[in-house]
Structure formats: structure tokens, C-alpha cells
């Protein structure tokens, strides 16, 4: 339990949920360090995420992070450390288990304490980060809550409702394939390469949105939830319709207004589903978190459409908007001060498959 004459908590935050390998050192909610290794060269060749491999390579690469952010903080010293906040789902299982052994074996060791975070709610909570200095990287003054946050990257699309910090509710979320995840597989029948997201989005900057019509599907359903898989199933039939018709030379000419309607039928999917909700719930804000939140396209359009209604919306730095550590942090930084840590470190154990709603489960 934090002591209450202490006004200055120093958390490491560890991240190991996929393929990045990340650090960070932070100063209550203000980031000394940010260390992110990145595992896209090794798993290039196999076109996705190999478990095993990502696995490999945290193992590899997580003693050297952690010392990195200690010295680039100017903390220097584990035992300078108050707390170790580490994600421990959802992810890749054999992922997620070797940041949730190094920091059992840490706490065992300097008898520092540890607090379980939830990734959804390090993404969610990711615009609340401060520089060094204390100011706010996306220009927020003061959250208001309640609020919503739109939480979009490669393995999640989901419409979360914060009562309150640490109180979360799903209200909708994706039935299928996530909005990432979309990009990513309709970047691969475009021969983009790998991660094909981001290729595909810039791309698109190049292209007319309005070149292709494409599906918005579940439209016209009056839920919050959303549905990507028959978007791709019609960018597969019509990629390959496209691709004999026009031969590889002329095809290849045409892939730049592809990409961009792909992309405008992605954003407009998020910003009718996401703009009933605000109109429903009316939200004193809106925080968007995950790696797709740093498109551009549905950044402007967002933007103009909540303008419209009159409420703030607030992105994460681009730099915090993929995996890093920096938001696991913050939220152990939180927890710690309503002293949620981890009763039995030696117990904690990797939950691949929790939901952001199971914020404050007991640990």
C-alpha cells in the first residue's frame, strides 16, 4: 500500500502481449522512459504473429528493456522503483507469461510491490499520459467522466463505457474480425506485405475513397456492435475479380483508390456505431486507444463528427496508441493508489482471455 506522505511513485511498467517488448519508467502519470523492441522483422516471413517465436524474443530482449528505461528515466536503480505494473491479458499466452514472470521474480527479489493490468484498460486510459514535464500529450486538461472510449487495434474492436476510472462496461464490440485485424487481412490480398495496416493506410492517402463501393456491414442495426467479416469476404471476391481483369501491371495502378475506399468503408463502420452511442448515452467525452486510432482518415472524420455534437474527443499520442508500456504504467499507477496490488505475487498468472470489464478483479 502506498504511504500516504509519499507524493511521488515511480511504476515500471512491463508489456509483453504480442510482439512488442516494451518498458517504460514513469513519474506518478508522467513518462521518464518508453522502451518498445519490436518483433516485426521475425515474424515478417510468416505473415502474422508465431507465438513461439514472440515467445523467443521477449525472453531475449526483456532484461535488456528494463535496464534501458531504469537508465533513460534517470531512475537508474530497480530499487528506486515504488511498483511494477505488468499486463497480464489479454494476449498471446506464451507472450504474456514471460513480462508476467519477470515481474514476479523482481518483486520476489527488491520486495517490490505488483499491480495486474489489464491491456484494454492500458489502451483506454492511454490519452491521460503526460510528458515529463506534465503536460498531456493528446492537449486533455481534466477527464470527464463518465466517457467513452473506442478501443481499436488488431485483436479487439470494442465501445467501452467508464463510469468511473477502473469501472468499465463493454457496450459494443466487434462480432467477427476486429477493425485491425480487417486491414491487416484485406492489406494481404492486395500483396501490401507485412503489417499490411499501416502500408494500406498510407496508401490510401493517395487514393479516392469514393473509387469502390464497398459494404458497411450491420449499418442499419440499432446495437453498438460491429461486423468486418463481410467487408473482407467482399474485398477478397472483388480483389481477385479486379486482378483478372485488369492483369498485375494495370491492377497495381489501381490499388492506391482501393485502399482508400477499404479504409473509408473501416472508419465510416466505427464512426456510425460509435456516434449512436454518443447520442444514446451522451458521454462527457470520447478516448479512443489501440493502434488503428492512429489512422488519420478516422481522425478527421471522427473529429468533425463530434464536433458536430458537441463533444470532446481526444487521441492518443501515435506513439502510445500501439503496444507500449507507458499506458500499463499509468493504469498500475492508479491502481496502485487505490491499492489494488497483487495479494500473492508468487500466484499471479497470465489470463490470455480477460475482458476489460474484469478491470478490478481481485488478485
Known amino acids: 500500500m502506498p504511504s500516504k506522505s509519499k507524493k511521488v511513485i515511480y511504476t515500471l511498467g512491463i508489456d ?120 498531456n500529450f493528446s492537449k486533455l486538461a481534466k477527464p470527464q467522466f463518465p466517457a467513452i472510449a473506442v478501443l481499436v487495434s488488431g485483436g479487439h474492436t470494442e465501445i467501452v463505457w467508464i463510469e468511473e476510472l477502473g469501472k468499465y462496461e463493454i457496450i459494443g464490440q466487434t462480432l467477427d474480425d476486429a477493425a485491425g485485424e480487417a486491414f491487416d487481412k484485406i492489406a494481404r490480398m492486395l500483396d501490401l506485405g507485412y503489417p499490411g495496416g499501416p502500408v494500406l493506410a498510407r496508401m490510401a492517402e493517395d487514393g479516392d475513397p469514393n473509387s469502390y463501393p464497398l459494404p458497411r456491414p450491420m449499418k442499419d442495426s440499432q446495437d453498438y456492435h460491429f461486423s468486418f467479416s463481410g467487408l473482407k469476404t467482399a474485398c477478397l471476391y472483388n480483389t481477385n475479380d479486379l486482378k483478372k481483369a485488369l492483369g498485375p501491371k494495370k491492377f497495381s495502378k489501381i490499388v492506391p483508390d482501393y485502399c482508400a475506399s477499404v479504409q473509408e468503408a473501416i472508419v465510416d463502420s466505427l464512426l456510425g456505431k460509435v456516434s449512436r452511442a454518443v447520442k444514446k448515452k451522451k458521454p462527457k467525452m470520447v478516448m479512443f486507444g489501440g493502434g488503428v486510432s492512429a489512422n488519420n482518415r478516422l481522425r478527421s472524420k471522427f473529429r468533425r463528427e463530434m464536433k458536430k455534437q458537441n463533444i470532446p474527443v481526444y487521441f492518443p499520442d501515435k506513439k502510445f496508441a500501439t503496444d507500449n508500456a507507458s499506458m500499463i504504467a499509468l493504469v498500475g499507477y492508479y491502481k496502485f493508489l487505490r491499492a489494488e496490488t497483487v495479494e500473492c505475487v508468487s500466484k499471479l498468472e497470465r489470463d490470455p482471455s480477460i475482458t476489460i470489464e474484469h478491470a478490478l478483479k481481485k488478485l
Open 16 to 135: 509483453t502481449s504480442c510482439d512488442d517488448t516494451a518498458v517504460a519508467v514513469l513519474k506518478n502519470d508522467r513518462v521518464l522512459a518508453n522502451v518498445v523492441s519490436s518483433q516485426v522483422d521475425t515474424h515478417r516471413e510468416w505473415g502474422g504473429v508465431v507465438p513461439r517465436l514472440a515467445r523467443r524474443e521477449h525472453e531475449k530482449m526483456i532484461d535488456g528493456c528494463i535496464a534501458l528505461a531504469l537508465r533513460r528515466s534517470g531512475v537508474k536503480y530497480i530499487e528506486n522503483i515504488d511498483v511494477i505494473a505488468v499486463t497480464y491479458g489479454p494476449g498471446l499466452a506464451p507472450a504474456l507469461e514471460v513480462g508476467v514472470r519477470k515481474a514476479r521474480e523482481m518483486s520476489m527479489e527488491y520486495m517490490i510491490p505488483v499491480v495486474a493490468v489489464n491491456h484494454m484498460e492500458g489502451h483506454a486510459l492511454s490519452t491521460l499520459l503526460k510528458n515529463s514535464r506534465g503536460v
